[in-house]
């Protein structure tokens, strides 16, 4: 202990310096605005690219899996191509606008992170700010139904909050009958194959298997797929039903999503706004 | 004697930290050489001072400059990574015994000033400048900055020190 303190005492410049020059640096980075956000800033970076490389070999090990579904969407695409090539042209009437460019845009991304175990789960993605994207745009994986909304985007990285949290709903319809609820996850199951359409009217008739599809009345465009009838519900004596389906998307081996471009996504949230105000 | 040199440095703390705060900070030129020429207080203060009191009344005056200059820590950082520096030079050039109270040019001379002038200076640049950036990416422009700033403070320091030059009669 004595050997201690007069080592302490004689090399006291330097056990000064480091408590100051530490005091001095923890003012700097507390205390400016620029420096903070500089070290906070420069962490998530470090996170990001943590999750980044983590992910190649997530990557590498579900290239079997990936690799089929790009077949399977290839060839619904090629499908597509016939179809519309084998239109007679001169009735083909194309929903686009005037400048020929068609409303929906769809961005491939990369899932970088994802969660599936817990309440809420968000899903970090590798594109960001950069390439367009905003809070509150529609995500779908491939050929395989919903994922979720944006949440939030930095520069080149965006969180999308996924239909496995609480905060999300997604407006879907029963294809058949045309039937409108709203989907919802974790209503007394946590399971994420599962997910329950709530406010379904009691008089459709609906059966086991019956295909789901996406509405058109929330941000998502119409018919995109969801998932199977797998419990029709029980009508309490109210007027709707809350029934329960099996996804098509399987949120645990999620690798690469569509981010939806709405081109009129602004004009028809400012004129939905103006509803509003009118009440 | 020992009250002479305090109410001297008092002064000179008060002078240089004035002129620094209403005169210097505004001049730079072209953004790359900005001269801080209030380190002279610090590089003047007298030998027999003890370690701490010199990091206190280092941190104290970084302190002082922060709050002027909106930066709060930045000049603090700066100051207390000045006094190590200059501790480190007195201990290594100048024996215990030193009969001269202070390290003034017209006491030591003009080698051994300018290059105890040059380590202090330069090590209060770039803690200061590296505080300020705070980022490595650009590190040749803030190196540039910094080197040009620290030949501009160093002239300005020597400059004054010739102004106020009295060699001792032995």
Redesign the interface.
Same mark, same amino acid.
């Given at each position: 202990m004595r050997n201690l303190w007069i080592f302490i005492s004689r090399y006291n410049a330097f056990f000064f310096f480091i408590i100051f020059f530490t005091a001095g640096i923890i003012l700097t980075v507390r205390n400016n605005i620029y420096q903070r956000s500089v070290t906070f800033n420069s962490t998530n970076q470090v996170v990001g690219d943590v999750y980044k490389n983590l992910n190649v070999l997530k990557k590498y090990i579900n290239l079997g899996a990936v690799n089929d579904s790009l077949a399977a969407e290839n060839a619904k695409l090629k499908t597509e191509i016939l179809s519309i090539k084998n239109i007679d042209t001169t009735k083909e009437t194309v929903v686009k606008d005037s400048a020929g460019i068609p409303q929906y845009t769809y961005l491939p991304a990369r899932v970088i992170k994802n969660s599936i175990t817990n309440r809420n789960n968000f899903i970090t993605i590798n594109k960001g700010k950069a390439d367009g994207l905003s809070a509150g745009m529609p995500v779908i994986s491939p050929i395989k139904g919903v994922v979720g909304y944006i949440q939030d985007v930095s520069e080149h990285l965006a969180t999308i909050r996924s239909l496995l949290h609480k905060e999300t709903y997604i407006s879907v319809s029963i294809k058949k009958n045309n039937a409108v609820g709203s989907l919802i996850w974790g209503e007394g199951n946590f399971d994420y194959r599962k997910a329950q359409i709530k406010d379904i009217p009691n008089h459709f008739k609906l059966s086991l298997k019956d295909t789901v599809i996406t509405s058109g009345f929330s941000s998502f465009p119409q018919g995109v797929l969801v998932g199977t009838v797998s419990n029709t519900g029980i009508s309490a004596g109210e007027n709707f039903k809350t029934i329960e389906i099996n996804l098509f998307n399987d949120f645990s081996t999620l690798q690469y999503v569509y981010v939806i471009k709405d081109k009129y996504a602004q004009e028809q949230k400012e004129l939905e706004a103006k509803l509003t105000n009118e009440q | 004697m020992n009250s002479r040199l305090i109410i001297a440095n008092i002064i000179r703390w008060l002078i240089l930290l004035l002129f620094q705060i209403l005169i210097l900070r505004n001049m730079s030129f072209y953004n790359m050489a900005t001269p801080f020429v209030y380190v002279l207080f610090l590089l003047l203060l007298p030998f027999g001072i003890p370690? =701490?009191l010199l990091?206190l009344i /280092?941190?104290g005056t970084?302190l002082t400059l922060?709050s002027f200059y909106d +930066?709060?820590?930045?000049h +603090? #950082? /700066?100051c207390? /990574?000045l006094? %190590?520096v200059r =501790?480190?030079f007195i #201990?290594v050039t100048v024996r215990d015994g030193s009969d001269e109270p202070e390290p003034t040019l017209g006491n030591m001379g003009f080698k051994w000033f300018l290059l105890y002038a040059v380590l202090c200076i330069f090590s209060h640049h770039i803690t200061l400048f590296f505080?300020e950036t %705070?980022?490595l990416t650009e590190i040749n422009y803030t190196l540039l900055r910094c080197a040009l700033s620290s030949i501009l403070t160093l002239f300005v320091v020597i400059l004054i020190e010739f102004v106020f030059y009295n060699r001792k009669v032995r």
């Open positions: - | 370690n =701490i990091y /280092a941190f970084g922060d +930066t709060l820590g930045v +603090t #950082s /700066a207390v /990574a006094a %190590f =501790i480190l #201990s505080l %705070f980022r």
